[in-house]
T-cell receptor, first 113, second 114 residues
Framework: GENVEQHPSTLSVQEGDSAVIKCTYS??????FPWYKQELGKGPQLIID?????GEKKDQRIAVTLNKTAKHFSLHITETQPEDSAVYFC????????????FGKGNQVVVIP | KAGVTQTPRYLIKTRGQQVTLSCSPI?????VSWYQQTPGQGLQFLFE???????NKGNFPGRFSGRQFSNSRSEMNVSTLELGDSALYLC?????????????FGQGTRLTVV
């Protein structure tokens, strides 16, 4: 099955700086890559996703890049704010077939005011 | 539009008991997936239901089961509870039952087995 790995496990950044989280995946058939943000006591919230027919997608301060050849994708958060502090999960799934997501182990992002 | 609703939010059960968790998906969504979240294993896929049919199952023992009703609401059941079943159980709702469809999660049910 699909194996998704996330690095680093914890990331501390100064407010206003950028944060980058990287994920790798193993299944070359995967072509949908969502990112989730989970705050304490809440369920994961979908923040951005990318499909394999594009290399980059941006939504305000967050962006995701995908390198299918290298099988890795990254989340970029610019101008970080204290409310960006949370655990971020990357995931992967195949477009065709079942709706099953394989998740990375998560990254704790701490934005220092 | 209401989000995904999971009930109850918290449960405390004793080893050997059974438990039923409920999930109401976003209106119009037909796919419901269940995940178990623990600090050690992260988010692990349990099963997915689409149009009342289980379409995929993760690597969990048969004590974990589920079903989906005609209104797309879903329940999952865990029988003969073990201490290791303590986890946050999350339900995800999708419009379609195919990969590449956005999945939206509920707040989860926190199950503690004592």
């Amino acid at each position: 099955g699909e194996n998704v790995e996330q690095h680093p496990s914890t990331l501390s950044v100064q407010e206003g700086d950028s944060a980058v989280i990287k994920c790798t995946y193993s299944d070359s058939a995967s072509n949908y890559f969502p990112w989730y943000k989970q705050e304490l006591g809440k369920g994961p919230q979908l923040i951005i996703d990318i499909r394999s027919n594009v290399g980059e997608k941006k939504d305000q301060r967050i962006a995701v890049t995908l390198n299918k050849t290298a099988k890795h994708f990254s989340l970029h958060i610019t101008e970080t704010q204290p409310e960006d502090s949370a655990v971020y999960f990357c995931a992967a799934s195949r477009r065709h077939g079942n709706n099953r997501l394989a998740f990375g182990k998560g990254n704790q992002v701490v934005v220092i005011p | 539009k209401a989000g995904v609703t999971q009930t109850p939010r918290y449960l405390i059960k004793t080893r050997g008991q059974q438990v039923t968790l409920s999930c109401s998906p976003i209106s119009g969504h037909r796919s419901v997936s269940w995940y178990q979240q623990t600090p050690g294993q992260g988010l692990q896929f349990l099963f997915e239901y689409f149009s009342e049919t289980q379409r995929n199952k993760g690597n969990f023992p048969g004590r974990f089961s589920g079903r989906q009703f005609s209104n797309s609401r879903s329940e999952m059941n865990v029988s003969t509870l073990e201490l290791g079943d303590s986890a946050l159980y999350l339900c995800a709702s999708s419009l379609l039952g195919q990969g590449g469809t956005e999945a939206f999660f509920g707040q989860g049910t926190r199950l503690t087995v004592v």
